[in-house]
């Protein structure tokens, strides 16, 4: 990933592995998510009201390289690979603290209104995504 258009780190919880002691699946999805969010708080987009809607996923694919295990650090990386009228597809990588591959993937998310109906990006919306 060239240039991402948000990066943010963190270090894997003991509640977020399993018996084995390392990190348990799911929890890549939820450090993306994470990082999404911080991403469109920084632009000034909202993430969810109830009365104004959100940015709910339709799909999602992941592929994992390496392991976690309680205590390791995690980068997350994010770029838009894809803006369309209503949805924006995001790539992301999760790398461990050597730089390494550890995950890869991407989600589309569709932007929708307090009913979950799909509505179009605004422009304001649009030039937040793209700054």
């Known amino acids: 990933m060239e240039n ?3 990066r943010q780190t963190g270090v894997v919880a003991f509640g977020e592995t399993d018996a084995s002691g390392w990190m348990h699946f799911p929890n890549i999805f939820k450090y993306v ?3 999404e ?3 469109l708080r920084s632009r000034g987009i909202l993430v969810f009201d109830r009365a104004a809607g959100g940015w709910p996923r339709v799909n999602v694919a992941c592929d ?3 392991p976690f295990h309680c205590g390791d650090v995690y980068e997350v990386l994010l770029e838009i690979s894809r803006l369309g009228a209503s949805s924006v597809t995001w790539n992301f990588k999760v790398l461990n603290a050597v ?3 550890a995950a890869s993937g ?3 998310n569709v932007r ?3 009913e979950g109906r799909p509505k179009r990006i605004s422009d304001d919306e649009r030039a937040k ?3």
């Open 4 to 6: 991402p258009v948000h």
């Open 33 to 35: 998510e994470t990082a």
């Open 37 to 39: 969010h911080a991403f």
């Open 64 to 66: 994992f390289k390496r």
């Open 99 to 101: 730089g390494e591959i």
């Open 106 to 108: 991407s989600m589309t």
């Open 112 to 114: 929708v209104d307090h």
């Open 129 to 131: 995504l793209a700054e």
